[in-house]
Each structure stands twice: as C-alpha cells, then as structure tokens.
C-alpha cells in the first residue's frame, strides 16, 4: 500500500486486507495506487471475465465530470451531497464544481474505512468553498441529511450525487425509498445525478462478473434494468438525453459517439 491516506486515521480504522473492497478495487480499474493486493486480484479477474469494466469505470468518472460541469455551469447549482464518493481521484466532484463556482460546498459520504482515512484530500477547497466528509451508510438517509446540514443548507437547491451507490441499496424499494427521502429534504429545483451498473448493456460476461464480485469480494452489488432504475427518477424532469449508458449521456465534443457501457447514467431535477 502506497497510499497517502491520513496515519492517524489509517491507525484508528479497521481496513480488511483479506477481502476485496469496492471502492479500493473501483481505485484499481481508474489505475489508482490507493489499493491492496486482494484489490487486484479480484479486480483482475473481474477483467478476465469482463474487459469492459475498466471503461465503465473511466466513463463513469467522465460522466461525473460532465454532469457537474452542466449542474455548477447552465444549471446554477452551488450545494452538492455526493454519496458513495469513492477514493480520491483525478476530477473529484468539489475540484469540478469549484472550478466553476468557487464558493460550491460539497458534502461526500462513504463508509469505507479507506475512503475516511483518504478523505483529507477531498476536503481541500478553493478559496470560498467549503467540502465535509461523513463517515455513513446509504442505507440511512436521516443520518446523512442530519450531518450534511451542517454544510449545506436545505433550503437552497442541492445536486444529490448518487453515482455507482444505488446498486449497493439490494432492495429496490428500499433504494427508491432513499432516493425519496433525499428528495423530499431538497427544495424545488434540486437535481439528483445518478449512474447504475445494468445488465441490459453488459451481457452475459457482465452476468458473470458480478456473481464473482457478489462470492468474493464487498460490499454485494445488483445490477437494474431502465425499468428499475427510473423509479429513481420518478417525479424529476429527467434531463436530454435520459437514461443512457452514461458514456453516450452529453458527450464531450472530441469524443462525440463513444461506445455504449454497461452503466446507465441520467440527471433529474426536481419541479
Ligand atoms: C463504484 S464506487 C463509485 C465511486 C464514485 N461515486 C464514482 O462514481 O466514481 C462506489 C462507492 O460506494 C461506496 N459504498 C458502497 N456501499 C456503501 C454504503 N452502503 N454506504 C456508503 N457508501 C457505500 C464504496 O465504498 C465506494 O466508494
């Protein structure tokens, strides 16, 4: 391990190096150094089974970058509650909203042991802007409003960044039930930005790779059909050009027709 991650806290927290961990392996595909050597293993077999999830994984970072460039820009929106944050990479959601709103606050939540002991790094802002990190679990939205309200104030718009974390939520009306409540805490003109691993696009390879993921490796993950996964959507204006594979949603100008990934992207506002 290489990594940058705080001691003190790195003392204070558990990190299994036993078995695989989602966030350490997702830090492997993006070619991070943040990652042990189970990480790996499992991350390449993963690879073996199903190449493509390495550029699910690049094309869900750019997806992020291009969603919060149109929320900080076009949209207005200066307050994001970034959820399943993972570890710190190139273009972390605050470094793209701040480049364009100094003064956007930005809230990250995991709870990933790691994640917490590398957080010091998401917590650098421009002059003007302000970032937290909550050490909780997606599964308690009370907890995560109740901690985020120190920083972000509800009673302006928030983009509620869900990225790559719904599919850890199995049930999917308890998923749709977070989602819900994350909503109804947010006024009008608030934005939930989302992407989801499915199967619709990935194939039987991906079928594969997640049941290898799901005997080896942590936290277990489900994939969703466009089905499933616009009930995260319902009651949002969903922004052009919908539910896509999140390579294909608003894409850059010199990469104007990538290829489709087995990972749905889409960006509602709330009306
Ligand atoms: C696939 S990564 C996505 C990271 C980032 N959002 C992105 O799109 O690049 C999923 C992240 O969710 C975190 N995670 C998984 N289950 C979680 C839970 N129940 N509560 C909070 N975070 C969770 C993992 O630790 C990991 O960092």
């Known amino acids: 391990m290489h990594g940058r991650g705080d001691p003190a806290i790195i003392a204070r927290v558990t990190v299994d190096v036993n078995v695989a961990h989602n966030a350490r392996v997702w830090d492997y595909w993006l070619g991070g150094r943040e990652n042990y050597e189970v990480d790996r293993r ?20 750019q997806f992020l970058a291009r969603a919060v460039t149109h929320l900080a820009g076009e949209a207005g929106v200066t307050q994001f509650l970034d959820i399943g944050t993972g570890l710190p990479t190139a273009n972390n959601t605050h470094e793209v909203a701040q480049r364009l709103v100094p003064g956007a606050r930005v809230v990250y939540v995991d709870n990933d042991p790691l994640v917490l002991a590398h957080a010091r790094a998401l917590l650098v802002s421009g002059a003007g802007g302000i970032t937290d990190y909550v050490d909780a679990d997606a599964h308690d939205p009370d907890a995560i409003l109740h901690a985020a309200a120190k920083t972000l104030d509800f009673g302006r718009p928030v983009a509620i960044m869900l ?39 990935g194939g039987a390879a991906n079928v594969e790779a997640i049941r290898h993921w799901n005997r080896k490796a942590t936290p277990p993950l489900t994939c969703r059909g466009r089905a499933e996964i616009s009930r995260f959507l ?30 749905y992207g889409a960006v509602g506002r709330k009306p």
């Open 163 to 201: 990225l790559g974390i719904l599919n850890f939520i199995l049930d999917t009306a308890r998923a749709e039930d977070v989602v819900r409540r994350l909503l109804d805490a947010v006024p009008a003109g608030s934005y939930v930005a989302l992407t989801h691993p499915t199967h619709e696009l």
């Open 234 to 263: 319902r009651g949002l204006d969903v922004l052009e050009p919908g539910l896509v594979s999140c390579s294909r949603w608003r894409p850059a100008p010199d990469r104007p027709h990538p290829p489709e990934v087995a990972q």
């Open 42 to 61: 499992v991350g390449d077999e993963i690879i073996g089974m199903f190449p493509g999830i390495v550029q699910i994984a690049r094309d869900d970072r």
